[in-house]
């Protein structure tokens, strides 16, 4: 039986092609493929700025480092999300604090975000995870309140909106992550989005071995390379064109497992808030027995994915002494992400939500 992967990029001979085309350019390094890809990211967005990085990861610590963030300091970031959110504040020098998030939307819990502000605490990093979209507003209000930075972790999040609103853009700055598994990939890569035009400046800097321009060997600052490459825009610049249909496909498999599945009165779907236009990255349900559920489809050749591990149970983390984040720790352990990539075929879905359906009769 033809195994069903979880999750796979669709790339055909469109995004070969322009690759080829970039390489054959032999302008390889950030030139006006790069260009023409960001200022696609900034209209699809509504950002000001958008600097295409290396990759999400770094874009995060650059914004973190680009306002100040360092040693010292605390930045408060959700339970439940991948790890490379804390792990750029790690990078930063500072120190992660684990919030618990809420089980709606899955971000960052905003009433608890201010219970745990102290001194010491500089910013706030929201993740909008899985499609759907934090609190921005309240979160927001918070970091205002507390005088406190607000950065959104947006890795999951290209062309899902809050009241309208890209995510991304309601805090100082927003990263977006192109890896293989996104909505739309270059591969590795990433974006950070901001309005800024002072923080903007700073981010290209730090991407940039501390300097503003190319070609020159004076450096205002100690700077990285983060740099982006041609053959990563050109394939970007191709999946940007793909992303409506991308978004479109994922929504008919959410509603197809959601009208095969939704009588199932042990199966639960992911909620997403009313002021959400979600983009279905993956189609998630929630069930008590997803050890089971997950090995019985892998034994079917059908893959899935757990839900994040929560950060504060990580074996990298457990020296932080981190307080308990009963919600992440209940979602992890509940949910499951189906298989979701947009090329799958309905009978493809089908057989996944028989398998399920069996596994429900046969506990």
């Not at 219970?115 to 309240?138: E, F, K, M, P, W």
């Not at 020159?216 to 982006?228: L, Y």
Request: overall charge neutral; aromatic content about 8%; charged content about 20%.
């Amino acid at each position: 039986m033809n195994p069903i992967p979880q999750i796979q990029p669709w790339i055909d001979s469109n995004e070969a092609e322009a690759v080829r085309r970039a390489v054959a350019s032999t302008f390889v390094t950030e030139h006006s493929e790069t260009l023409r890809f960001e200022r696609m990211l900034a209209q699809r967005t509504g950002a000001k700025h958008v600097l295409a990085y290396a990759n999400a990861t770094c874009g995060l610590f650059a914004v973190l480092r680009a306002l100040g963030v360092g040693p010292g300091d605390e930045v408060i970031v959700p339970d439940l999300t991948f790890v490379a959110t804390a792990n750029a504040v790690i990078l930063a020098g500072a120190h992660p604090v684990f919030c618990d998030v809420e089980a709606q939307s899955l971000g960052l819990d905003a009433a608890k975000a201010q219970s745990l502000i102290t001194d010491r605490t500089r910013a706030i990093i929201a993740v909008h995870l899985y499609g759907s979209a934090a609190d921005a507003h309240n979160i927001a209000a918070v970091s205002r309140r507390f005088n406190l930075h607000f950065i959104e972790d947006a890795a999951q999040g290209l062309g899902v909106k809050l009241n309208g609103q890209h995510v991304g853009t309601f805090g100082e700055a927003g990263v977006i992550s192109f890896y293989g598994n996104k909505t739309i990939t270059t591969g590795e890569g990433g974006a950070i989005l901001t309005q800024r035009d002072d923080l903007a400046r700073r981010c290209y800097r730090l991407k940039n071995h501390g300097r503003l321009e190319k070609g020159v060997f004076m450096h205002e600052e100690i700077g990285f390379n983060f740099s982006f490459t041609e053959m990563q825009a050109a394939l970007g610049i191709v999946q940007l064109t793909k992303l409506d249909e991308i978004i479109a496909r994922k929504a008919q498999i959410r509603r197809h497992y959601e009208q095969r599945l939704g009588e199932l009165e042990w199966v639960r779907f992911q909620t997403i808030p009313p002021n959400v236009s979600p983009v279905h990255w993956f189609t998630n349900m929630l069930c008590d027995d997803v050890d089971g559920l997950s090995e019985a489809l892998a034994a079917q050749g059908i893959a899935t994915r757990r839900f994040f591990y929560p950060l504060h149970l990580q074996p990298c983390y457990r020296n932080l002494n981190p307080a308990p984040c009963p919600v992440s720790a209940r979602l992890y352990q509940t949910g499951l992400s189906l298989p979701s990539w947009c090329g799958i075929e309905p009978a493809q879905l089908d057989r996944v939500c028989e398998a399920i359906q069996a596994h429900g009769a046969a506990v």
